[in-house]
């Protein structure tokens, strides 16, 4: 517990309370009277307003949308269904710099719907609620599809045998079981869209801005450090507030079903009914998420001399005539590989402990702390980002310029994903096996490594996964950090997308193809791994 | 901080230390030995479009024995407020990149060691913003313009616009891409240019007529330039509809020198009339750990060696008379004779207030 505890003491906290402070505090004392000026300044409460009900329009949305895939990936037996499911995952973990581009040319002018019937969504709010479904829709599928694929089916049966009609079974059998999954993923959705930065500036247009979108501007634009410490502080309740929810839902799901194997669940469609719902989730997962990559791939493609792999081969060369970095674009996979590496080796160790600590412990303190391991997700990386530099510049810890802040600063992002995917499963082991083993004479370690380790084991490798991939396309804080240049995949995208030229921009679509490519194959590993399909994510 | 929380902190980073090192096996930038004497290694602050010849650093350790170790760190605006915050512990010697527009920001936080870089005789006078004190000195200078597609004019056979006054003719509705003056610099450059040609009293006027004529804002240049503009290599891609955008100087060379094959003539060409001149400076932090090295660096920054390689790496123009430019430049790059330009004090003073006064014409 110390040390998760210090962890996030030392890296989150600090940073942020400084920071914060610096902009709240004036001469050594606080302005409090600064949060009622700034909130009421007008374009304020605008940005208020837009944050909060592009996330509920974003989070209803993806539900209506995932909400038949959960249940199609749940219950249907169907080939490619593993390959489908990693595919989904993908968006979760891939920089907004890349899908603002994918989406612009399929939402924008010359794109896919202006083609057909003339229809241009750009800088329009459907383009940001479509993207954030794009990246969320995962969140739904696998959250309630994990456990929907456990619920077992004869109960509703025996409610339909015992008289109930089709749609009472379900609303009085399978929902109740299912709504807190429901719920629970909603208010994920709700975070992620809440606190939505890289889509908003994308494909809002200077017209929308969120409060993500704000404190950024106010912090790094405009060094505004009393509006941003402001924005911070409502940012920091809302997510607290979603966090508690998410925590008590989370609990309520924790109460005993039955489960059974998702084998035996799923089945292939019957009917005309079914194969058309099946069909529909396809066809949504093709327009929605597939062409978006789509376009990536095929631009990456689309050389000056028809198709090929010219802009691919440009990647490995560090252009004489003088190109945008020191060293050839494709070592920046290398760079990513390294840093992810670390970050997951960080998020492991600080991230495991943290669950064995709330696996060991019960009570309300514990619990707060649950949710607190939460709040990085929500805070914004550019405040993390500057707290780093008021805070951690003094030995033994000033590390402003030492290349260890960046995967310091995605582990924080990858702990959440490590103790959410470890949680379940640490308290599902039996302590009496490892009680059993004390007594047979086995040191603590012992007993570890021969009771909880291969039970854990599982989900040790899954939980690594997800904070593998999200490190590799952790985008936000790794760009406020001062970096030797050896600059990550999606610093390495953003900065050729920054570039005027053909080969500038064709190599940053190889690269974010790269990008994809990584990300999916290392979901699909997890696909393989994965047995224990109740985790959250 | 208390004694146990000291020694739990310690045993955290001690515990990550480990995990970090089996990670990363010998990793090169694990120079810890850096940090402390310090004496060898000087270390360049900047945003992230900062690049230089390895060649050219190479030449600079032969000459002075330093090695230049150079931390980037966000956009310009990012990396220049991130020094302001770290004022007086530093993170490195030299900051490279606070151009005309936010230098007031850097000086009036007394950001800089005053330092006379040796050459700065061979600078022209009119990038010499800092004359009298030398807390900055002048390293490049670049020409926000609006650039236009060739093809498209061609084909429609129509002159394409050469001043601000041009873009309002009706010839050229709903054909120009700018970014927001508020998040993006060639936007507020774009934005400080019209001021400078119309004052204080006539820009807000001038915004209303282009917006009249159909002027479009997107958030930053990547989407005005590589989504919105017919001309570039992302534009042709994306079916990208408007002919005209606001960009640099130096756009198109880089048209042709990231083309395969490259082409005779550059694609996209530029409206001399309608330029703002950006200059960017560099200085010698207050408090840095090697001043003589962070001296050295500066006068190396001005040297012809440094400068004759910045136009293909950065893609700006020497400040000193004495370097040459590439072939490149001279042969598809616009000569822009008579930037616009705005006093930085007059910049500090009402940018914010330009800024909020253009988004709520413009935008909203």
Redesign the interface.
């Known amino acids: 517990m110390?040390?998760p505890v210090?962890?996030f003491?030392?890296f989150f906290a600090y940073p942020v309370v400084a920071i914060v402070g610096?902009g709240l505090k004036d001469g050594g004392r606080w302005q409090f009277g600064r949060i009622g000026e700034v909130l009421s300044r007008p374009e304020i409460v605008d940005v208020l307003w837009f944050t909060t009900w592009q996330a509920l329009a974003s989070t209803a949305l993806t539900l209506v949308l995932a909400l038949p895939a959960a249940y199609v990936f749940a219950r249907f037996a169907f080939p490619g269904k593993q390959l489908l499911r990693a595919v989904v995952t993908v968006p979760f973990v891939l920089p907004t710099?890349v899908v603002?581009?994918a989406f612009?040319?399929l939402l924008?002018?010359?794109g896919f719907l202006d083609e057909l019937w003339g229809v241009r969504l750009d800088?329009t709010v459907w383009a940001i609620l479509l993207a954030h479904v794009f990246f969320n829709y995962a969140v739904v599928v696998r959250t309630v599809g994990g456990l929907w694929s456990q619920l077992d089916p004869r109960q509703e049966e025996a409610a339909r045998v015992l008289g109930a009609g089709r749609f009472a079974a379900w609303r009085r059998v399978t929902l109740p079981a299912l709504a807190p999954a429901v719920a629970a993923a909603a208010l994920m959705v709700f975070l992620f869209t809440f606190t939505s930065f890289g889509v908003v500036?994308?494909l809002?247009?200077?017209?929308y801005s969120t409060l993500e979108v704000e404190i950024y501007?106010q912090?790094?634009?405009?060094?505004d450090l009393p509006t941003a410490a402001v924005l911070t502080l409502v940012q920091f309740a809302a997510v607290g507030g979603i966090l508690a929810v998410h925590a008590r839902t989370v609990r309520r799901r924790e109460t005993a079903l039955k489960l059974v194997d998702p084998e035996q669940t799923a089945r292939r469609p019957r009917g005309a009914g079914q194969w058309a719902l099946l069909g529909g989730v396809l066809l949504t997962v093709l327009l929605l998420i597939l062409l978006p990559l789509g376009v990536l791939v095929e631009?990456s493609l689309?050389?000056?001399?028809g198709y090929g792999f010219?802009f691919y081969r440009a990647l490995q060369s560090a252009d004489a005539?003088?190109s945008?970095?020191?060293v050839p674009p494709l070592e920046a996979v290398w760079n990513s590989l390294?840093y992810a590496?670390?970050a997951?080796?960080?998020a492991l160790?600080v991230g495991g402990l943290a669950a064995a600590a709330l696996t060991r412990r019960a009570g309300r303190l514990v619990r707060g702390f649950d949710a607190l391991l939460m709040l990085p997700l929500g805070v914004s990386a550019?405040t993390v980002g500057?707290g780093f530099?008021?805070t951690l510049?003094e030995p033994?810890?000033?590390l402003?310029?030492s290349?260890?802040l960046v995967?310091?600063a995605q582990a924080l992002v990858g702990v959440p994903f490590v103790v959410r995917t470890m949680l379940p499963v640490l308290r599902a082991v039996d302590g009496r096996l490892r009680e059993a083993a004390a007594v047979l004479g086995a040191s603590p370690l012992r007993a570890w490594r021969e009771v909880d380790l291969p039970l854990v084991r599982r989900a040790l490798l899954v939980a690594a996964g997800f904070a593998f991939a999200v490190s590799l396309g952790e985008f936000g804080a790794t760009?406020?950090?001062?970096?030797?240049?050896?600059p990550t995949l999606p610093?390495a995208v953003?900065?050729l997308?920054?570039?005027?030229?053909?080969?500038?921009?064709?190599q940053a679509m190889a690269l974010s193809t790269i990008l994809m490519l990584v990300c999916a194959v290392s979901l699909l590993l997890l696909e393989r791994i994965r047995t224990d399909r109740s985790g959250e994510f | 901080m208390s004694t146990t929380k000291k020694i739990t902190v310690t045993a955290v980073a001690a515990a990550l230390g480990v995990t970090a090192l089996a990670g990363c096996g010998s990793s090169d930038e694990t120079d810890s030995g850096a940090k402390g004497s310090g004496s060898k290694t000087v270390t360049l602050v900047s945003h992230d479009s900062f690049n230089a010849s390895k060649d050219v650093l190479k030449a600079f350790t032969e000459e002075t024995g330093y090695t230049v170790k150079v931390l980037k760190s966000g956009d310009a605006g990012a990396a220049l407020n991130q020094e302001i915050l770290t004022k007086g512990s530093p993170r490195g010697d030299v900051f490279f990149g606070v151009d005309n527009t936010l230098l007031s920001r850097a000086l009036d936080n007394g950001l800089f060691t005053p330092y006379e870089a040796k050459g700065l005789d061979r600078v022209a006078a009119d990038a010499q913003l800092d004359a009298d004190k030398h807390r900055v000195t002048p390293v490049d200078t670049g020409d926000i313009c609006v650039n236009y597609d060739k093809k498209y004019f061609a084909d429609k056979k129509l002159d394409p616009p050469q001043s601000f006054d041009d873009l309002l003719k009706p010839a050229y509705k709903d054909l120009l891409v700018t970014e927001n003056a508020a998040t993006s610099s060639p936007g507020l450059g774009f934005l400080l240019g019209t001021v400078a040609a119309y004052g204080e009293d006539g820009y807000e006027n001038y915004w209303k007529k282009l917006k009249d004529n159909g002027v479009k804002v997107v958030d930053g240049w990547e989407q005005a330039y590589n989504d919105e503009f017919s001309g570039s290599a992302g534009g042709r891609k994306a079916k990208a509809d408007r002919p005209l955008v606001v960009s640099y100087a130096s756009s198109p060379p880089v048209e042709v020198l990231y083309a395969e094959p490259q082409p005779t003539e550059a694609p996209t060409g530029v409206a001399t009339g309608t330029c703002f001149r950006q200059i960017e400076f560099a200085g010698l932090l207050d408090g840095a750990k090697n001043e003589a090295g962070g001296k050295a660096l500066l006068d190396f920054l001005i040297s012809r060696t440094f400068q004759e390689d910045m136009p293909l790496n950065m893609f700006v123009n020497p400040v000193v008379s004495d370097a040459k430019l590439p072939e490149l430049f001279t042969e598809f790059g616009a000569t822009v004779d008579k930037p616009a330009t705005v006093a930085p004090d007059r910049i500090a003073e009402n940018r914010e207030q330009w800024v909020r006064s253009w988004s709520s014409l413009v935008v909203k």
């Open positions: 110390a040390v210090a962890f003491a030392l610096r710099v603002g581009t612009l040319a924008g002018r010359g800088t500036q994308i809002g247009g200077p017209a501007r912090t790094a634009q405009l060094l631009r689309d050389g000056p001399g010219a005539s003088g945008t970095f020191l390294r590496l670390v997951t080796l960080i160790f550019v500057f530099l008021i510049d033994p810890f000033d402003r310029t290349w260890i995967p310091l760009v406020f950090i001062a970096r030797p240049d050896n610093v953003a900065r997308l920054g570039r005027s030229g053909e080969l500038n921009y064709g």
